[in-house]
């Protein structure tokens, strides 16, 4: 229990001080390069460094865990604690469990910031900021299909839950049918609600004999079951990072009328699966660390540590970005690397095993 407290302790010491640093580093670092295309409004400024700085945090918070790792371990044989609780009859594996307890938890936590929209989209608002002003801009020229309709909406506000400019095109065995011509909608109760509308409809068969077509006017009408602003927002304009509940509840709807979910996929294998190649990647290379200075250099050491995380860092994030724009499998790009690395963790836990 003592070496556990005092190993959790050091780990979370460097951990809150290299994720402070490296968060700094890029907020000011991004605040310099587009401090002169910022709106002329200190409250946006500083909600615009805010959701930088939650961008920040969920770019580089599963990269820390580790750099936190191998800082804390160089500490751990620098004062010679490390040799004290081996000494005392402390195992490795003793050692590596608060590594392991903490980064499962952080990881966690990390996961389940991602219920929020402020730190799922913080990018995305932040970008909105510097360009309109405005945290959550309108999405203009929306064109998506649902079931056997065709939907545009010239102008949605999600966070006001409307959209303007509103045509629904019917179609049946490749014909169209008719034309349903709004100029707004509301989302309310699950659906979207058109007080007003302008319904042209075609004759079945056009001759001489038919009566040609039809204008009626509609009201009250409720279309789209289901198709939440937030969710039509990101999910045709082919945005990557969903909220948890966005992303399940696009899947699940999309699922039904069997449209390519690849999308989807990728952004909750990043949310769930992408996380962990941190506790793997801990357990690697925590067997690679000597027990005492006088095994190796421990500068050399370090920077090869550090050198190889960002490396494998690197590669999931390529791999990430080239799973969000459809090039490879999303399980090939984001699945595999991480059982792979789990397998690796393995590896090196049977073989200290077996060596012991």
Request: proline share 3%; aromatic share 16%.
């Amino acid at each position: 229990m003592l070496a556990f407290k005092y190993v959790a302790t050091v780990y979370l010491k460097y951990f809150f001080i290299i994720l402070s640093a490296l968060v700094a580093f890029m907020v000011g670092f991004d605040y310099m390069q587009y401090a002169s295309a910022l709106p002329n409004s200190a409250n946006l400024v500083v909600i615009y460094v805010v959701f930088k700085a939650f961008f920040a945090i969920d770019m580089l918070l599963p990269l820390t865990l580790v750099f936190a790792m191998i800082s804390a371990k160089i500490q751990l044989i620098r004062s010679n604690a490390l040799v004290s609780f081996y000494s005392l009859g402390y195992s490795r594996l003793d050692i590596l469990r608060p590594f392991l307890v903490v980064s499962f938890v952080i990881t966690s936590l990390f996961i389940s910031l991602h219920l929020f929209d402020s730190f799922a989209r913080a990018d995305e608002f932040s970008n909105n900021i510097r360009h309109d002003a405005q945290y959550l801009s309108p999405t203009r020229d929306l064109f998506f299909t649902y079931k056997d309709k065709y939907i545009y909406f010239s102008k949605m506000v999600p966070l006001q839950e409307r959209a303007e400019g509103v045509r629904v095109f019917s179609v049946k065995n490749n014909s169209l049918q008719e034309v349903l011509i709004a100029s707004k909608a509301v989302y309310k109760d699950g659906y979207w609600f058109i007080k007003n509308a302008d319904l042209i409809t075609k004759p079945q068969n056009l001759d001489f004999s038919s009566m040609g077509i039809t204008v009626t006017q509609e009201k009250d009408l409720k279309i789209l079951k289901g198709f939440r602003p937030k969710m039509l927002d990101q999910v045709y304009e082919g945005k990557v990072n969903f909220t948890i509940k966005n992303a399940v509840d696009a899947l699940l709807l999309l699922n039904e009328q069997n449209v390519n979910t690849a999308t989807i996929r990728s952004a909750l294998y990043k949310i769930f699966i992408y996380p962990f190649f941190v506790p793997f990647l801990v357990v690697i290379i925590f067997f690679f660390v000597p027990i005492s200075v006088r095994f190796v250099n421990l500068s050399l050491f370090s920077s090869g540590a550090i050198l190889a995380t960002l490396m494998v860092w690197g590669v999931l994030f390529m791999l990430i970005e080239l799973s969000n724009h459809k090039t490879i499998p999303s399980e090939v790009g984001i699945v595999l690397p991480v059982v792979l690395l789990f397998f690796g963790a393995l590896y090196q836990y049977r073989r200290y095993r077996i060596s012991t």
